[in-house]
């Protein structure tokens, strides 16, 4: 009898994940262990009769493919300049919102309203705003504050493409990443702060010294869903430039799309998906244990 | 008494309205299609009017996204019917869909007014493989040059009649431009002398548009498509030449849109593009201001032609019914003159052309369309669409030189399958 129970105790939990583990299992891991078979043959999806086994050959095209190193560079330089500088401004921000500045409500819709637009209208919105002859951005500039010499064919110029990409990128996400440092901001013990003003700390070492220490996990936590957010970039870059001019704003997933979609070259595509989404985890992982707090 | 009359009634009233239904049960015939063509083909009145020769059919339309191709693929690869016509791609996919044999050919009703001689052959070869017609044109257009006839007028390029003078070289369309293009004090272009279309979508037509006009022939000497003769060097260093003088225009860098938006809003005098713009733009500037003018040569060498395609699938439960819609409706003369007069577009029959030789435009259109030639079906279409792309606005915005860029061309498109 007690044999029995045990044995039920023991099944109960199992049952109790069994959903999660089939859910997990057809969505997820079969997917997956698809796309690393796909990615280790040569399948043209329409001109194939079946995947040919080519072991990695896939990935040792990467390197004489000249149009794929162009993207890993693109997508290496728009993860540079879009994560410090989202890490950076929400945090700013987060902080300007967790002061008593009179109308910070406003400010704060104002700042969480992006969450709420889909990247891909996003990405058309700016489309009209960033261009050359018709848009508010130049018109601002040139007929406005009387700045002719700044104003530029930003999605049309090789030096601003991708930098206008990274720039939507930001006003879309900033937003949430506020959400994050403000919840770190809010948790917070105000009297340390107390603590330090009795001991005469000015707000500026008040902020070295007690709020970036504290604020250590929402780095973290900004900094990796950052990292994963400017690998992974996609869908701006296909609505407002498909990677042009030239391929100076070609992306590793754009150009992992192309390969399936538009080449049907199934295995490649997987083979550059595959390698993404490699390259996104080894960095949030390495960030990880830069970052994560050391156990005393 | 009275409860057992209601429910007798109330049977004998369901079975009745039930049998009626069964009556009248009408077959769903499904149109998949890209979702501009909902807002610029007649298509609703299209089916009202082959409702009425078959009260039968009842239409059922579904919008796609601009060459959303692989998703069609999967669902017939998988024998799903999902539509029994789909308007979707242009030939070169439809190419793709018969090497997997998912669509049907039309050679059996290609017959009488529809024979296969009855239509434009730049745009019925293109929907040909293998011999047999497996597609039918939408949308067929021909590359050529639409330009301002009053900017022309002002800068003396017109003839007694106000007509514009073709340009018979690249050397005197270059004149063109510098006559018609305007900058400001700081020498900013206020306007274009041109806007060429190089996005993705136009890339390979307008290059090799250019290339058939100046040397009569998309081919170099060894067969292969043409990335080294002189006319190929000529022609990308008047774009890149215009376009660091600020003569033409790369709006459609960025949008594919910008050529025939700068037009209409007058920062362009002209536009290297397909013909039928000059009927969309004509609506905004006035349609007396426009001009067709062919590309320097084209009336002797001809340009380049393409089209969409309206395919079958072999899933499609209504082959019969489509096939009949198809031709008695979407190329009935009322459809096709909608289609030119309003948007300028052809479908692929040469009767609908004749119908409308009357028109200055569609005369020009005739004369260039004699020697227009269409892209050969390369099973690497888009590789080479997007290896051109990235080339030629690498060459645009980045400096690379003309004979760099025809180098890299030839250099990567030599690993891709271009068969013939």
């Known amino acids: 009898m007690v044999n029995n129970r045990t044995k039920i105790s023991n099944i109960t939990p199992w049952l109790f994940i069994l959903p999660s583990l089939l859910i997990i299992g057809i969505f997820l891991l079969y997917p997956l262990t698809n796309s690393i078979y796909l990615s280790l043959t040569n399948y043209n999806f329409v001109y194939s009769d079946k995947p040919e086994f080519i072991g990695f050959e896939n990935f040792e095209n990467f390197f004489s493919d000249s149009y794929f190193m162009v993207a890993l560079k693109n997508t290496f330089y728009y993860t540079l300049v879009f994560f410090p500088l989202l890490i950076l401004f929400s945090f700013l921000l987060a902080l300007l919102l967790n002061s008593k500045i009179k109308g910070v409500g406003l400010f704060q819709s104002a700042i969480l309203l992006p969450i709420v637009v889909p990247l891909s209208l996003a990405g058309v919105m700016f489309t009209w705003i960033l261009t050359e002859n018709f848009g508010i951005l130049n018109h601002l500039l040139g007929n406005i504050l009387r700045l002719p010499q700044l104003t530029h064919f930003w999605l049309g110029e090789k030096e601003t493409a991708l930098n206008s990409l990274v720039a939507v990128g930001l006003w879309k996400y900033v937003g949430f ?26 707000p500026f070492q008040r902020l070295i010294y007690i709020t ?16 994963i957010q400017a690998i992974k970039v996609y869908d701006q870059v296909v609505v407002m430039t498909k990677g042009g001019p030239g391929n100076s704003t070609m992306v590793l997933y754009l150009y992992a799309w192309k390969n399936a979609f538009e080449y049907f070259d199934m295995g490649y595509a997987q083979a550059i998906a595959l390698f993404t989404g490699a390259l996104a985890f080894i960095i949030s992982v390495s960030f990880n244990i830069i970052l994560k707090p050391e156990r005393k | 008494m009275f409860r057992k009359l209601f429910i007798i009634l109330l049977v004998i009233g369901l079975l009745g309205i039930s049998m009626a239904a069964l009556a009248v049960e009408k077959k769903v015939f499904k149109v998949t299609a890209e979702g501009w063509y909902f807002n610029k083909y007649p298509l609703e009145k299209a089916a009202e009017l082959f409702i009425k020769d078959h009260p039968e059919v009842t239409f059922e339309w579904t919008k796609a996204g601009d060459f959303e191709v692989a998703p069609l693929m999967l669902a017939w ?10 308007i979707v791609a242009s030939p070169s996919e439809a190419v793709a869909f018969q090497a997997k044999g998912l669509i049907v050919d039309f050679e059996d009703v290609l017959k009488g007014e529809y024979a296969k001689d009855k ?13 047999k017609v497996y597609a039918i044109p939408t949308d067929a257009e021909i590359m050529t040059l639409v330009a301002r006839k009053d900017y022309a007028a002002e800068a003396g390029l017109t003839d007694e009649n106000g007509n514009i003078i073709p340009p018979r070289t690249l050397d005197d369309l270059y004149t063109y431009l510098e006559k018609l293009t305007i900058k400001d004090k700081s020498g900013t272009t206020i306007r274009y002398g041109m806007d060429v279309n190089w996005d993705v979508a136009y890339m390979i037509y307008t290059y090799f548009s250019g290339i058939q006009a100046l040397r009569g022939t998309i081919y170099d000497e060894n067969g292969n498509l043409d990335f080294s003769s002189k006319e190929a060097l000529d022609l990308l260093n008047f774009w890149q030449r215009g376009v660091k003088e600020g003569l033409i225009s790369t709006s459609s860098l960025v949008d594919h849109s910008g050529p025939r938006n700068n037009m209409k809003s007058g920062l362009a005098a002209s536009m290297w593009e397909d013909h039928a713009r000059v009927i969309e733009i004509g609506k905004v500037v006035g349609q007396d201001k426009l001009e067709i003018v062919p590309i320097p040569d084209a009336l002797t060498n001809g340009t380049i032609s393409y089209c969409m395609s309206l395919m079958i699938p072999k899933t499609a439960q209504n082959i019969t019914l489509a096939k009949a819609f198809v031709l008695e409706q979407f190329n009935a003369d009322w459809f096709a003159y909608y289609l030119m007069d309003n948007w300028g577009k052809l479908l692929g029959l040469k009767r609908h052309l004749e119908g409308r030789k009357d028109l200055p435009i569609w005369q020009t259109i005739s004369k260039i369309s004699e020697k227009t030639v269409s892209l050969p079906k390369m099973i690497d279409h888009a590789r080479l669409v997007d290896l051109m792309t990235t080339e030629i606005h690498n060459m645009l915005k980045m400096n690379q030189t003309p004979e760099e860029t025809l180098a890299n061309i030839r250099q990567k498109s030599s690993k891709l399958n271009l068969v013939k």
């Open chain 2, 119 to 131: 239509w434009l052959p730049g745009f019925l070869n293109e929907c040909t493989i293998n011999g």
């Open chain 1, 212 to 227: 970036i220490p504290n604020l250590r996990g929402s780095f973290l936590l900004v900094g990796i869903w950052s990292i």
């Open chain 1, 177 to 202: 990443s506020v959400i994050l440092f403000l919840c770190g901001l809010k948790s917070i013990p105000s009297d340390i702060y107390e603590a330090a003003k009795v001991d005469g700390a000015n």
């Open chain 2, 77 to 86: 690869s998988r024998n799903n019917y999902i539509a029994d016509i789909a």
